[in-house]
T-cell receptor
């Protein structure tokens, strides 16, 4: 079974629209860490955020915000007022503290922002 | 500059010809890892290492070998490459297994 599910394979939005990328994870650990990475067309992987399982506070960083809900095992990512530069593949990832070793990535969501 | 470097960046080879992709980090990180990225499958972990001389299998280790003789280096070895190992490979490092991973630029491998 997939540890991290990103059900949205591709999303297209028009510039300035808001968009939410979904991430659902599966773990039995009480301590775990969740991540989002961005992969722009140039191919590098850029770290966006890391959250631990004990911190359910939503986080906002500029136009980016993250909604962590343990009750639904979700860690969704919202981009407000999207821009063309946001076009990229976005990956959600999970690391479990009990093993503390393996990283599990989702299959990614390809976001295209149309000018 | 803190970074993870990989070499080569691009490689075309033939089935069965042994190859090594090097990975080096200058951040004194304990943890290093290799991933492959394939369309529709995301990133899958091949091997990881928590410290020198300690390596473990990830989700897709078949056909790959690694070694961690020095803290900064973590080479990926394909003893007998096959076409199904054609992929984009990323090396990453972090302070620990649950810490933020920093990725190299990627190595695009084509096995004919």
């Amino acid at each position: 079974a997939q540890k991290v599910t990103q059900a949205q394979t591709e999303i297209s939005v028009v510039e300035k629209e808001d968009v939410t990328l979904d991430c659902v994870y599966e773990t039995r650990d009480t301590t775990y860490y969740l991540f989002w990475y961005k992969q722009p067309p140039s191919g590098e992987l850029v770290f966006l955020i890391r959250r631990n399982s004990f911190d359910e506070q939503n986080e906002i960083s500029g136009r980016y915000s993250w909604n962590f809900q343990k009750s639904t095992s979700s860690f969704n990512f919202t981009i407000t007022a999207s821009q063309v530069v946001d076009s990229a593949v976005y990956f959600c990832a999970l690391s479990e503290a009990d093993t503390g070793n393996q990283f599990y990535f989702g299959t990614g969501t390809s976001l295209t922002v149309i000018p | 500059e803190a970074q993870v470097t990989q070499n080569p960046r691009y490689l075309i080879t033939v089935t069965g010809k042994k190859l090594t992709v090097t990975c080096s980090q200058n951040m004194n990180h304990e943890y290093m890892s290799w991933y492959r990225q394939d369309p529709g499958l995301g990133l899958r972990q091949i091997y990881y290492s928590m410290n020198v001389e300690v390596t473990d299998k990830g989700d897709v280790p078949e056909g790959y070998k690694v070694s961690r003789k020095e803290k900064r280096n973590f080479p990926l070895i394909l003893e007998s490459p096959s076409p199904n190992q054609t992929s984009l490979y990323f090396c990453a490092s972090s302070r620990g297994g649950w810490e933020t991973q920093y990725f190299g630029p990627g190595t695009r491998l084509l096995v004919l």
